[in-house]
């Protein structure tokens, strides 16, 4: 059984940072891509970012392109967001994603797994 257990959410002013983290268990994760999601209350899913299986290609929304920095862990089974200049519209719960095709892509239902979400609230 895979799963992914997601850490590092809170509460952080305008302008701080904090790093997400997302750790995989049960299956080796060396060929899956990775990516962030999020969702705000009464909003559709968003894409945030994601990696390919050996962090050769990464895609970001353009809302977070300069800030956030996608990377792998160790041994490849964790995968990081850094998230740097936050901003208040950044506050949501963010939710961690696996796909076990290897083909990088933006889209939430090509993501074979999910973790249980983490909350990131940006406020003074």
């Known amino acids: 059984q895979v799963q992914l257990v997601e850490s590092g959410g809170g509460l952080v002013q305008p302008g701080g940072s904090l790093r997400l983290s997302c750790a995989a268990t049960g299956q080796s994760f060396r060929s899956f891509c990775m990516a962030w999601f999020r969702q705000s209350p009464g909003k559709e899913r968003e894409f945030v970012a994601a990696t390919s299986f050996n962090e050769a290609a990464t895609y970001y929304a353009d809302s977070v392109k300069g800030r956030f920095t996608i990377s792998k862990g160790n041994g490849k089974l964790t995968v990081h967001l850094q998230m740097n200049n936050l901003k208040p519209e950044d506050t949501a719960v963010y939710y961690c994603?696996?796909?076990?095709?290897?083909?990088?892509?933006?889209?939430?239902?090509?993501?074979?797994?999910w973790g249980q979400g983490t909350q990131v609230t940006v406020s003074s």
């Open positions: 994603a696996a796909d076990e095709s290897g083909l990088l892509s933006r889209l939430g239902d090509r993501y074979d797994y």
